[in-house]
């Protein structure tokens, strides 16, 4: 299994080099803007975690990886780990070099903001791992770009149904539409960080097993789909 692992990276080498190549210049600039920050590692990571996919239905190599002395299940169980290193060196690498650049160019012995730190880099492990727990079976069950169209769907419909609800929430309770009222975004994101920071380490660690969680119940699904599908 190690072997398909280690032939992801190398067919996916030349696609590696520009990702980071260019996620290094994007996240040393962004490094002074903590939200843009955060999107560009999330996008970073998540490239390196499932863009050998992409490389692999353009080349059509699945059918000769499939050839090689191992099971099916092996071979999903190979996307599994690929992803988790890719997702892993993604945030790895992005909290060093925003913790190098803040700190060489600014000099503040306090450190970067908030959202550059370690603790918020695991909030973004966590939210990655449930998007590859969400992606991969899609992939595996209908290849990189029907899966693909399918996980954009399923995201785009959460994000809705969550802002739909937290607005109904903030209505119900007398709220005016943070949206055309910034005083009642800053007056919910105190009351927010409030509530939060006395449990934040509790929730952080729920999370993430959460998200572990729903990585071993996605890799059980994804050997379904993969066993029954017709290569």
């Known amino acids: 299994m190690l072997d398909l692992v280690w032939k992801d990276f190398v067919a996916a080498r030349r696609w590696l080099w520009l990702v980071f190549l260019l996620g290094t210049v994007q996240i040393g600039v962004m490094s002074f803007r903590p939200l843009s920050y955060v999107a560009a590692v999330l996008i970073f990571s998540a490239l390196l975690a499932i863009g050998s996919t992409w490389i ?39 909290w ?13 012995a306090d450190g970067p903001a908030a959202l550059l730190s370690l603790e918020s880099h695991l909030v973004l492990f966590g939210l990655l791992l449930f998007a590859a727990a969400i992606y991969l079976p899609l992939y595996l069950r209908y290849g990189a ?49 409030e509530w939060l920071e006395p449990r934040f380490a509790l929730l952080l660690s729920t999370f993430v097993a959460a998200s572990a969680a729903a990585m071993f119940g996605s890799l059980t699904l994804s050997r379904w789909f993969y066993e029954v599908r017709d290569l």
């Open 56 to 94: 692999e239905e353009y080349e059509q190599t699945e059918l000769l990886w499939n050839s090689v002395p191992v099971s099916r299940g092996e071979f999903v169980a190979a996307r599994y780990l690929t992803a988790l290193i890719g997702i892993a060196v993604g945030l790895s690498f992005s």
């Open 96 to 108: 060093v070099l925003a913790q190098l650049v803040t700190r060489t160019a600014s000099s503040v």
């Open 145 to 193: 770009g029907r899966g693909l169209l399918y996980f954009s769907g399923i995201a785009l419909a959460l994000v809705i149904a969550v802002s739909l609800t937290v607005q109904t929430i903030l209505t119900a309770k007398g709220y005016p539409n943070p949206t055309s009222n910034p005083e009642t975004l800053r007056t919910l994101m105190a009351q927010t960080g």
